[in-house]
Each structure stands twice: as C-alpha cells, then as structure tokens.
C-alpha cells in the first residue's frame, strides 16, 4: 500500500522567508519589520481571498478569533482608506507565524501559505472595498482607450447610495433581535430579499458583521435603537470594552489578554443573557439605548437623516 504525502508547496518569489518558523512550534515575527500585516475580520475576508484567486500572497486565518492576516511586503505602499473593521497592524506587533504545513485546525493556521507569489496592496484594497471591483479594475490593453477609462472607473470606490425604504425597514427590525425569516414574516417579503438586503447595508458601511450592521445604521441615525423598559446592567469596563469591539468601536487589541481568544466569544455570550439581547445586533441596539456607546446615540432619535 502506496502512503501519500501532502506536496510541499513550490516556493517562488518569496522563495522561503526568513521569518518562517524551523520548529514545528507557532512563533511569533514582527510586523513592519518582517512583513506588512492587513487584519481582516473573516466575514470580510473570504470574498476578498476568492477575489484574489492565484494573485495572492501569505495569509493566515485564525477561526477562534474570527480575523484573518494578509500578508505583504514590509515596504508596502499602502492606500489610506480601508474599509471599516480592517487595519494595518503597527510596526513592531508581534504576530503568531505557524509551521508551513499547519493549514487548518481553530487556532492560527495558513489559509494561504508563503510561495505562491505576493498581495498587490492595491488588489488588495479593491477587493476589501468591493470584490467585483478587482476584475473590473484589471489593466486594460493601451490599445484600448475606451476600456482603460471604464476600468478606472470601475477600480474607484462606488459612490456610497442612500439607504432604501426597505433597507431602513430591515435595519429598524434587525436591531429589534428578529430572525431573517421574522423580519420576512413582518414586511411581508421572502427571506432571500431580506438576506440581501443585509448584505447591501453591510457592503454601503463596510460592515462585515450582524453586529457592526447594527452599529453603522445607529451611528449614522438611519433607525433609532428599540426602546426598552429594563434598566441598564452594571455592567465592569472590561464588558464596555467588549461591546465596543463588538460594534467595531475598538480593536481586538482594546481587549484584556485573557479574551483575545474564543473567551471573547463566550463575554459576548454572558453579556446577551445579562442584557436580555437576543442576538448580537439587538445587544448593541440595547447599549445604544442605556448610552453605554455615546457614538452610537443620533442626536435626534426619530428623525433619520439620509447621507
């Protein structure tokens, strides 16, 4: 019987970094100095990786923590404008480089490991922003005057569009802790049209998750959270840290070290039941309204202003 190994990957370009680890241990390499590190929240960066396809460099993913690290050459030049959730990590950070054959498992792994070529700052950028925008944006022949014209068009960020009647809607009833399917129930449409909604109010603010959703519509007063009778918990600033983080008001990093981890998961989890929330959207829809998260409030709750 033939026993079949895993093919090492074909190192080019990189060839094998300095920074990779001899040992068959997790070690940790600085950022800004070893490498340029983008962390991105995983909900965000699926499509991103997908977009990319073989023009991609190292990247490693950790599903405890739901973030994911790109990695680029440390003299990387670097857009401003990132979406929300996403950030350049500051050089100097330390971050965990894996063995090149751990390629999975929850904590950090490779989703992409080093030789397979390197990550275009700016590829990487269209494709956080929009990834449809990557193949759209590609360089078009010189010959091709018309099409360069549409590719640059097409590479620069959309024009932001104001939120729909439905779109408020779905957003009013997500904040409330209601289901895909309960908001359906309640304005009458089938769930997909609902999921897509979602989907556009997360792309309009670069809000990769339920929760940031949650947040971008009440810091930009497009709904009003959902008044409560309960009062608010007294709740320890490490549990404010954790909403913030939650609602992308702060960073991973805000974090005690302790909840860097899947424990963050499991605050988030104790913080719903002692809240009363329902789902993660209502939990700051809730803080929002006990003013636990000031830049959440509107200034003039019931009266929405459209960008």
């Known amino acids: 019987m033939t026993t079949r190994t895993r093919p090492r990957p074909v190192l080019s370009r990189w060839d094998m970094p300095h920074w990779m680890p001899d040992s068959s241990q997790t070690l940790p390499a600085r950022c800004g100095e070893d ?40 003299n990387s030049v670097l857009p401003d404008d990132w979406p929300h959730g996403v950030r350049v990590m500051p050089k100097g950070r330390s971050i965990g480089i894996p063995p090149l054959t751990t390629t999975g498992g929850l904590d950090v792994h490779w989703a992409v490991p080093p030789g397979r070529g390197i990550t275009s700052p700016a590829d990487l950028h269209r494709a956080l922003h929009d990834p449809r925008l990557l193949t759209a944006g590609d360089a078009p022949s010189p010959a091709d005057p018309p099409a360069a014209a549409a590719a640059v068009r097409a590479a620069a960020p959309p024009t932001p569009r104001p939120l729909t009647p439905a779109q408020r809607d779905v957003g009013r009833l997500l904040l409330t802790g209601a289901s895909d399917a309960q ?40 709904v009003s959270p959902p008044p409560v009778s309960m009062l608010a918990p ?10 913030r983080v939650l609602a992308g008001l702060a960073t991973e990093d805000d974090l005690p070290e302790d909840l860097r981890t899947g424990l963050f ?8 039941e002692r809240c009363g929330a329902r789902t993660d959207p209502h939990l ?18 019931g009266k929405e202003q459209l960008p």
Not at 234 to 243: A, K, P, Q
């Open 265 to 272: 998961l499991d605050r988030v989890d104790e913080l719903r």
């Open 234 to 243: 007294d709740l320890s600033e490490t549990d404010l840290i954790v909403l």
């Open 35 to 74: 490498f340029t590190a983008i962390r991105v929240p995983a909900d965000l960066a699926r499509p991103a990786l997908t977009a990319l396809g073989p023009r991609t460099g190292p990247v490693l993913a950790n599903k405890t923590t739901r973030t994911w690290h790109f990695l680029l050459p440390s």
């Open 183 to 222: 908001i359906a129930e309640e304005l009458g449409l089938p769930v997909g049209i609902v999921r897509r909604h979602l989907t556009s109010i997360g792309r309009r603010f670069g809000a990769p998750t339920a929760a940031r959703r949650a947040a971008a519509l009440l810091a930009g007063g497009h």
């Open 284 to 301: 700051i829809a809730l803080a929002a309204f006990w003013e636990l998260l000031p830049s959440l409030v509107h200034p003039a709750p």
